[in-house]
Nanobody, 125 residues
């Protein structure tokens, strides 16, 4: 099992940037495909971005393409989400998640067995 802890959330004005981090422990993060999801009250948790074990492949939700970048540093056992040009609609709790295999299903919640506790991102207009 891998334990995931997110950090880096906060309050930022529209147009600003934040970088979220997801630190893994228990098992090396290099064994997992990793992803970020987000959730607002009353809504389903939605896919944001995913990255393969090596970092060679990545997928993004259409709503964040060109603004967010997912990356990983397997030596530091950490995954990042760089968020630029933030919009009020990006306000949510952001969750880090791990799954065994990077497939076309990474954009769904299916197969993610490990989740962090979430970090709040609030974008003011």
């Amino acid at each position: 099992q891998v334990q995931l802890v997110e950090s880096g959330g906060g309050l930022v004005q529209a147009g600003g940037s934040l970088r979220l981090s997801c630190a893994a422990s228990g098992r090396t993060v290099s064994s997992y495909a990793m992803a970020w999801f987000r959730q607002t009250p009353g809504k389903e948790r939605e896919f944001v971005a995913a990255i393969s074990t090596s970092g060679g492949n990545a997928d993004y939700a259409d709503s964040v393409k060109g603004r967010f970048t997912i990356s990983r540093d397997n030596a530091k056992n950490t995954v990042y989400l760089q968020m630029n040009s933030l919009k009020p609609e990006d306000t949510a709790v952001y969750y880090c998640a791990a799954r065994a295999v990077y497939t076309t299903a990474v954009v769904t919640r299916s197969g993610y067995r490990n989740w962090g506790q979430g970090t709040q991102v609030t974008v003011s207009s």
